[in-house]
């Protein structure tokens, strides 16, 4: 899968396959998605109901790509998933329910380049010729807004948090949001800045344009995205409104 862990609930397989090794061709030749669930709006027990668990949502994923591809269960012979908020093995625990079992497992996760390190990981395990046919799977199972899953630890992103503040930039949590979820909202809007002070000709009304086009995209997709559920908002909708961090506002962060 290439991840959409957004925040919300959603769970993509996609199945490559090789025919030869190295300097081989791999090809998709299916894939699978089940619709997103808002586990913070709605019906707050269907969201966080058994069979909206990673878990199921995941195998449900597999199987649809399974079925897409015309490919049995054990043509399968290595997988790698790809989630942040979720156990160490919550892959194996996903493929346990479509019957995926003694083969390679990998799980991957890298925050928002979850997805694309597990599509890589893949393409690389196909490439390297022990394996003819891989199934990437992608999930996530989150809250309300942004978390780490263990606050008594240094964080991983601390870093990044750190430099910001060695520069002056404001700490403070942010209306309606945790300090986690903030300083993240601040790394995107300090990059969206650093870009446009390297290209002075850069206007920010060009963060809006590529929000429109992602909800664009995201209305269109009717059966499974949340956004597809609501009207697509202006790009002068996008930059009016209340701003979270400048450039960002409210409709360039999460639906």
């Not at 997103?36 to 994923?61: K, Q």
Request: charged share 15%; net charge neutral; with cysteine.
């Amino acid at each position: 899968l290439h991840a959409l862990h957004w925040f919300q609930r959603v769970a993509k397989g996609i199945l490559w396959y090789t025919a030869m090794a190295a300097s081989a061709r791999t090809f998709v030749l299916g894939s699978g998605v089940v619709p997103f669930v808002r586990p913070a709006g709605g019906d707050p027990e269907s969201a966080h109901s058994p069979e909206h668990s990673y878990a199921r949502t995941g195998a449900a994923a597999a199987a649809a790509a399974l079925a897409d591809a015309h490919v049995p269960f054990g043509a399968v012979d290595a997988a790698v998933c790809s989630y942040c908020y979720a156990g160490p093995t919550a892959g194996q625990a996903a493929l346990a329910g479509v019957g995926l079992g003694g083969i390679p497992v990998f799980n991957t996760n890298n925050n928002c380049s979850s997805g694309s390190s597990a599509l890589y990981l893949a393409r690389e395990l196909l490439r390297g010729g022990r394996h003819q046919c891989v199934l990437v799977l992608g999930f996530e199972q989150m809250e309300r807004g942004l978390s780490e899953p263990f606050p008594d630890k240094p964080s991983p992103t601390a870093v990044q948090g750190e430099s910001m503040r060695r520069l002056g930039i404001d700490a403070p949590p942010l209306p309606r949001q945790n300090q986690f979820t903030s300083d993240i909202l601040r790394v995107f809007a300090e990059a969206a800045n650093e870009y446009v002070r390297a290209h002075p000709d850069t206007d920010h009304g060009v963060f809006a344009e590529i929000a429109h086009k992602n909800r664009t995209h995201g209305a269109a997709n009717l059966e499974y995205a949340m956004l597809g559920r609501r009207p697509v908002p202006s790009v002068a909708e996008i930059r009016s409104k209340h701003m979270l961090v400048p450039p960002i506002t409210a409709y360039m962060s999460a639906p």
